[in-house]
T-cell receptor
Framework: GAVVSQHPSRVICKSGTSVKIECRSLDFQATTMFWYRQFPKQSLMLMAT?????????EQGVEKDKFLINHASLTLSTLTVTSAHPEDSSFYICSASLPDRNTEAFFGQGTRLTVV | GQNIDQPTEMTATEGAIVQINCTYQ??????LFWYQQHAGEAPTFLSY??LDGLEEKGRFSSFLSRSKGYSYLLLKELQMKDSASYLC??????????WGAGTKLIIKP
């Protein structure tokens, strides 16, 4: 299957700093990538849809100025959590799909963010 | 609104069979997925159903009834490593994935 690589897998940062998470499709071109957040014992919550070469589409309630998404190429999307606070601590996961929309999503390994 | 329901937690015995149910109410339907997620890891794909019926893949099978808005994941010959959360997800008319909250499966020796 297709491979999506996400980095870093774990990060601890101080409150008020910014953290960048990278998501790469290694063996296919992903015009669309998705960013999810998952709190303990809860399901995946879609934060935004990242489109190559255009602005991301954010879900209701997600602050676009706080969660900056850049999809500069067909293989790379980044999520930057700006001015992080302890409540931003969560598991962030990216995914991408092949152009055939009836195929499964391929997930990155996830990033465990802890803000202290 | 769109809704996917699955049990929060299930317990089964090693070597046995377990069925995890999923019911959905979505605006349109373009397929149903089952994913396995171990704690602290990303989900991994298990199965995809778009037509009614049973899809079998080794120890895992998935069933779909579109008229009933219902699916189940059947796991046979349970192994300890099958302890994980199982997520049901439906693609709606806009091809957006709608996720269930997941079912935590606990396997006991």
């Amino acid at each position: 299957g297709a491979v999506v690589s996400q980095h870093p897998s774990r990060v601890i940062c101080k409150s008020g700093t910014s953290v960048k998470i990278e998501c790469r499709s290694l063996d296919f071109q992903a015009t669309t990538m998705f960013w999810y957040r998952q709190f303990p014992k809860q399901s995946l919550m879609l934060m935004a849809t990242s489109n190559e070469g255009s602005k991301a589409t954010y879900e209701q309630g997600v602050e676009k100025d706080k969660f900056l998404i850049n999809h500069a190429s067909l293989t790379l999307s980044t999520l930057t959590v700006t001015s992080a606070h302890p409540e931003d601590s969560s598991f962030y996961i990216c995914s991408a799909s092949l152009p055939d929309r009836n195929t499964e999503a391929f997930f990155g390994q996830g990033t465990r963010l802890t803000v202290v | 609104g769109q809704n996917i329901d699955q049990p929060t937690e299930m317990t089964a015995t090693e070597g046995a069979i377990v069925q995890i149910n999923c019911t959905y109410q979505t605006s349109g339907f373009n397929g149903l997925f089952w994913y396995q997620q171990h704690a602290g890891e990303a989900p991994t794909f298990l199965s995809y159903n778009v037509l009614d019926g049973l899809e079998e893949k080794g120890r895992f099978s998935s069933f779909l009834s579109r008229s009933k808005g219902y699916s189940y994941l059947l796991l046979k010959e349970l192994q300890m490593k099958d302890s994980a959360s199982y997520l049901c997800a439906v693609t709606d008319s806009n091809y957006q994935l709608i996720w269930g909250a997941g079912t935590k499966l606990i396997i006991k020796p």
